[in-house]
């Protein structure tokens, strides 16, 4: 059934985008990742202008975060404390991020930055969880049961001042390296247009020793409002939210997240890690084909904004 | 006798002979709904004389379809430190959004290249650019354009019967821009333009789309809290209802 979006103006058919939506809703349930990352080159595929994709797609993020942080309330598995530490963080490098991507509009790079960005932050990650998690799977493996179980690991995170109880992680820790994690992840959200949360997730997991059932439902409610601040200031500045676009969209992904919330569960973390990892690495390596590939066409036409 | 000479004279091409385009089309206003998946405008028309058909060939009839112009900026890329990077650009000012040349003939047959000149009918005539640099970027637009099927060239395509009647059709693409879209009808013979007639068609949103069109513009704070409210209430509603199913 072909549809004609409003903002997008453009003709798509209905149920390729319930089935996108409902992929990265999956994923988002499944990992705790927003799915910008992936929705904005998929919207990209079907023939969506890329400013309406990455503004309707952050409006379908959080839906599907909604709709994920529920389900694992239920399991108990946010920690809103620290949940609000991030998010406080998360607006102060949203603001930096929104100033630092007009001055790169003007310079007219934003593009490459923004694939740049792409390609070092998924690689750095999606490497570093790819090892990690393959060494614990590997070691889990050889030792069996005999293996010491610490709640995390002590690293220089740990000696900071400002010391404050997160209960629901289960730690006594600073207020300064979440706040840094959350503003670093806010300038980047504003920047590359995702919610975060795939750097968010490693970045709770190895800097602050989080246990990773916890981390999943305070990414999602940490992207919840990161998003929505981004919906409203693209709504507002340059009309580009398509309302059409995204119901269609988060029709597919809240069902989505609640199939991967509850896919979730039954996956041990190793393996989840291994396959988020899988993910960030695939979506890098493609970015980083189209930055070295000769492109079949050399040309591109912008529209021009009318004064 | 005085009537054989008269008759003749009748039959042979006046200078200036009055021969005109009359023109029809199937609509004049294209609604965009929700459905909107493109559509077909029949363009239809007949050659209008005082007199009879002259017995001189090569009569032609070219129709030109266009969308409303919009300024855009044309990136070439170029490689630098093994990355391909946007490098020069043109700003060309407005180019169409949308472009179609039908004609009864072959162009280059139907249409002398003085003429194309005057009357700016091909599209490398629309987009011709001032010196050598801007062709390149230009011939992309027209590259890329007919490679999204929102530039197209039917030779051959319009029916001329009896050189008195013809007609063609023009699909319309399903990304449609909103505006005024002007189709030229143009009457050749042997090439050179013998009379030229304008029509318009109307292309608006319309129903939802205009109404959700014209909130995204005028109430943008609105309009941007409605679609979260919109993800907020889908977003719970599906936790709700998965809950309620206990599976």
Known sequence: MQLYLPIAEVAVNAYALIGIGGLVGFLSGLFGVGGGFLITPLLFMIGVPPGVAVATGANQVVASSISGVLAQLKRKAVDFRMGAVLLAGGLIGSAIGIWVFARLTAIGQVDLFVQLAYVLFLGVVGAMMMQESLRALWRARRAGAAQIRRAHVHTWVHGMPLKMKFRASGLYISVIPPLAIGAFVGFLSAVMGVGGGFIMVPAMIYLLGMPTKVVIGTSLFQIIFTTAFTTVMHAVSSQSVDIMLALLLILGGVVGAQFGARFGVRLKAEQLRILLAGMVLLVCFKVALDLVLTPAELYSIAPMALP | ?247
């Open chain 2, 1 to 247: 006798m005085k009537r054989l000479i008269l008759a003749l004279l009748l039959l042979l091409p006046l200078p200036g002979a009055a021969e005109e385009i009359v023109a029809g089309l199937s609509q004049s206003s294209v609604s965009i709904t929700a459905d909107y998946a493109g559509s077909e405008i029949l363009i239809y028309g007949a050659v209008k004389r005082e007199a009879p058909i002259a017995p001189g060939r090569g009569l032609r009839v070219i129709i030109t379809v266009e969308g409303p112009r919009l300024p855009i900026v044309v990136r070439r890329k170029e490689r630098s430190w093994g990355i391909w990077m946007n490098d020069d650009r043109l700003r060309p000012g407005p180019v169409p959004s949308f472009y179609a040349v039908a004609s009864s003939a072959p162009l280059d047959v139907a249409l002398l290249p003085e003429e194309d000149l005057r009357h700016a009918i091909t599209l490398p005539r629309i987009l011709r650019g001032e010196d050598n640099t801007a062709q390149p970027f230009l011939d992309a637009v027209e590259r890329i354009g007919r490679a999204e099927g929102r530039y197209f060239v039917q030779e051959n395509s319009i029916a001329l019967t009896e050189e008195t009647l013809f007609r063609t059709d023009v699909g319309l693409p399903s990304d449609l821009t909103e505006g005024n879209y002007t189709v030229r009808l143009f009457l050749t013979r042997e090439g050179r333009v013998i009379d030229e007639v304008k029509r318009t068609i109307w292309v608006r949103k319309a129903g939802l789309e205009r109404f959700l069109y014209e909130a995204a513009h005028q109430w943008p704070l609105l309009y941007g809290l409605a679609s979260l409210m919109l993800a907020g209430l889908a977003g719970w509603g599906a936790a709700a209802l998965f809950a309620r199913l206990r599976w």
